[in-house]
């Protein structure tokens, strides 16, 4: 197919194009499964890991995404992780969200391409390679799982509430202030699960699996497709502060409505009652 002028690209352009480079990175995972023992892993970082298949994915990704939209800049960990997602088409990719999880065989690993435009998200894709579930979503037009309509959970009590979250393993310092958080949160709530791919965390938020998901330290490329999913499902997503979430590094709370309100009103006291409000 010819490539897509960046300046006349359609919403549903934009996600044709996220799903065809979603699912070639998801091929080239699903491919090495059978290989995995004797994958070299490289370390970025405490408990972070990469191997020759995240890169392998991103390869296919870069591919699609320079034939299909040339004049996009490419927002991921390993590709141009400094661009700045407000500036003209932006492509946000992880090719293999979850790698720990994919090294060890634990079924809970993705493939996530998001499309902005001038810093607004239009479309987005999360492949959960191990189940084969497609979630998709565009701007205006609603999310999908499977090609099914999906929306958040309409629970409102928190101690019948499943919560998401994800451990600050790349930054152990905030670990004692997560704890105070983790904490209060779980006395409240019926449980917490943490699976280890924020991508796949906020879909489960989006088809209602989870009813609201927080995570202190996440990369743009880990939370670009799963937050359109959220809000186009009807939910929330914001950061600490209970600002509109942004294209940026940081710390993000989502859920629906009225468990998103709950947990943020949660985590900010367990933090204030220590006075920790950073």
């Known amino acids: 197919m010819q490539g897509i002028q960046a300046t006349d690209s359609s919403n549903d352009d934009l996600l044709d194009i996220s799903l065809d480079a979603a699912r070639r990175g998801a091929e080239v995972v699903r491919a090495a499964t059978a290989q995995r023992d004797k994958l070299v892993w490289e370390t970025k970082g405490h408990s972070d890991f990469v191997s020759e298949v995240d890169k392998a994915s991103e390869r296919e990704i870069d591919g699609i995404i320079k034939r299909r939209l040339p004049q996009a800049i490419v927002l991921g960990e390993e590709l141009s992780p400094t661009a700045i997602a ?45 189940r084969g579930e497609e979630f998709t979503a565009i701007k205006g037009g609603g999310a999908f799982l499977n090609g099914k309509r999906i929306r958040v959970s309409n629970l409102r009590e928190p101690g019948r509430a499943l919560i998401g979250t994800g451990f600050p393993f790349k930054n152990i310092e905030k670990l004692p202030r997560y704890l105070e958080q983790f904490s209060l949160v779980m006395r409240g709530t019926a449980g917490i ?86």
């Open 86 to 130: 407000g500036k003209g088409i932006v492509v946000i990719a992880d090719p293999l969200d979850g790698t720990t999880n994919f090294l060890h065989g634990y079924p809970e690993y993705s493939v996530s391409v998001a499309i902005a435009r001038n810093g607004i998200l239009c479309a987005g894709v999360v492949l959960n390679v191990a």
């Open 193 to 278: 699960r943490r699976a280890g791919s924020a991508a796949l965390d906020l879909s489960n938020v989006a088809c209602g699996r989870f009813d609201a998901f927080w995570e202190l330290v996440l990369a743009p490329w880990d939370v670009a497709a799963g937050i359109l999913m959220v809000l186009e499902a009807g939910g929330i997503v914001t950061d600490l502060d209970g600002n509109q979430a942004e294209l940026q590094a940081g710390s993000f709370v989502a859920g629906n409505p009225a468990m998103h309100a709950w947990l943020l009103q949660t985590v900010r006291r367990a933090n204030m009652s220590k006075g920790k409000t950073e």
